[in-house]
């Protein structure tokens, strides 16, 4: 079962930005699809970002031009720059690991979430 630990969450500026980072360890990690989910208060969790096993790379429009998701499969881990960020970004955002190398496999893994907030 793959493990998954998230970082670099924090408060910002409008207007800033932030990296997040999310380790994985106990399985294998290349052949995975890997994304960022984010939930804000009172509202359902949300896909924002994907990268497939083979690096093509999905946003939700809100996010499209100005957060970047990519993976280091040597240091088997994920990362999701976010700049120009909005008080709407505003969220705890999480981690996810895929099953197989596609969206389409299912969620295998949850990460503990890390917070990240935005000031107007």
């Known amino acids: 079962q793959v493990q998954l630990v998230e970082s670099g969450g924090g408060v910002v500026q409008a207007g800033g930005s932030l990296r997040l980072s999310c380790a994985a360890s106990?399985?294998?990690?290349?052949?995975?699809?890997m994304g960022w989910y984010r939930q804000a208060p009172g509202k359902q969790r949300e896909w924002v970002a994907g990268?497939?096993?083979?690096?093509?790379?999905n946003y939700v429009d809100s996010v499209k031009g100005r957060f970047t998701i990519s993976r280091d499969n040597a240091k088997n881990t994920v990362y999701l720059q976010m700049n120009s960020l909005k008080p709407e970004d505003t969220a705890v955002y999480y981690c996810?690991?895929?099953?197989?190398?596609?969206?389409?496999?299912?969620?295998?893994?949850w990460g503990q979430g890390t917070q990240v907030t935005v000031s107007s």
């Open positions: 996810a690991g895929y099953v197989g190398g596609t969206y389409y496999s299912g969620i295998a893994s």
């Open positions: 106990g399985a294998i990690f290349s052949g995975n699809a």
């Open positions: 990268i497939t096993s083979g690096g093509s790379t």
